[in-house]
Nanobody
């Protein structure tokens, strides 16, 4: 089985920073891309940022200029540095790993990020 474990979520004040981590483990033999999605109450899950095995990145408009996705030194690890956080960033953040262009995909359990004063 493949497992993705997120960490780093929590409560932070507006304007603050948070760094999310994700680590994949199990019988995954390749990783084409990894990314971060988020879902707020009453809203659909949306892309935040993604990164391919070659280092190409993609950001949703709300994340541009504030968030940065990066790969770790260990295969199957990815980070999301979040700066200048806003209350509207409050959501459950999910880590995604895609093994190949055609799949399969694996999801983490999610980590709660709450931005509030």
């Amino acid at each position: 089985q493949v497992q993705l474990v997120e960490s780093g979520g929590g409560l932070v004040q507006p304007g603050g920073s948070l760094r999310l981590s994700c680590a994949a483990s199990g019988s995954i033999f390749s990783i084409y891309a990894m990314g971060w999605y988020r879902q707020a109450p009453g809203k659909q899950r949306e892309l935040v940022a993604s990164i391919t095995s070659t280092g190409s990145t993609n950001y949703a408009d709300p994340a541009k200029g504030r968030f940065a996705i990066s790969r770790g030194n260990t295969k199957g690890t990815v980070y999301l540095q979040m700066n200048s956080l806003k209350p509207e960033d409050t959501a459950v953040y999910y880590c995604l790993a895609r093994a190949t262009v055609l799949g399969p995909e694996y999801w983490g359990q999610g980590t709660q990020v709450t931005v509030s004063s």
